[in-house]
């Protein structure tokens, strides 16, 4: 009995060691500790955020509305909903969000121009080209103030 107490309490010690009636073919693996592999491709440093695309500003500005019209419709039906509403909208009305996209466009085209020049990114180049992984060192890009409520705006999904 104190040898098979002894087996027992080693076990709950540690649970990673094969049982007599185990199955051989088991192997579990310590969660947590992944090492980081030598070879493979390096992460980018984070590029700056694309700017919404006209629809998505129009959808993103009625959805809330439409769907207090509509709470009993499902979501892919109130997305069918908001994109005739914008196929329906006057050109006036839709070129207020493509200006608001086209001004976005050129502040994001400027970072993306910097971020391109950024010692951080040319050193993911380099080591993309060789294959070596690269430790980042998180850079902030320049604030550029941004007009009409922007990127300020909540986002959500």
Not at 117 to 142: C, D, F, H, M, W
Request: charged share 30%; no cysteine; hydrophobic share 30%.
């Amino acid at each position: 009995y104190m040898m098979a107490q002894k087996t027992q309490d080693e076990v709950k010690a540690n649970p990673f060691t094969h049982q007599q009636y185990g199955n051989n073919t088991f192997n579990p693996q310590k969660a947590g500790t992944r090492t980081i592999p030598a070879h493979g491709t390096p992460k980018p440093p984070k590029a700056p955020e694309k700017p919404l695309m006209p629809y998505m500003r129009y959808s993103r500005r009625v959805w809330d509305q439409v769907k207090n019209e509509n709470p009993e419709l499902k979501l892919w039906e109130i997305g069918r909903i908001i994109g005739q509403m914008w196929r329906d909208l006057a050109e006036g009305e839709k070129s207020e969000f493509t200006d608001e996209y086209e001004s976005e466009k050129v502040e994001y085209d400027a970072k993306l121009k910097f971020y391109h020049n950024s010692s951080a990114y040319q050193a993911y180049i380099q080591a993309k080209a060789r294959g070596t992984p690269v430790v980042e060192e998180p850079q902030e890009l320049p604030t550029i103030p941004v007009g009409r409520g922007g990127k300020s705006a909540e986002r959500r999904i």
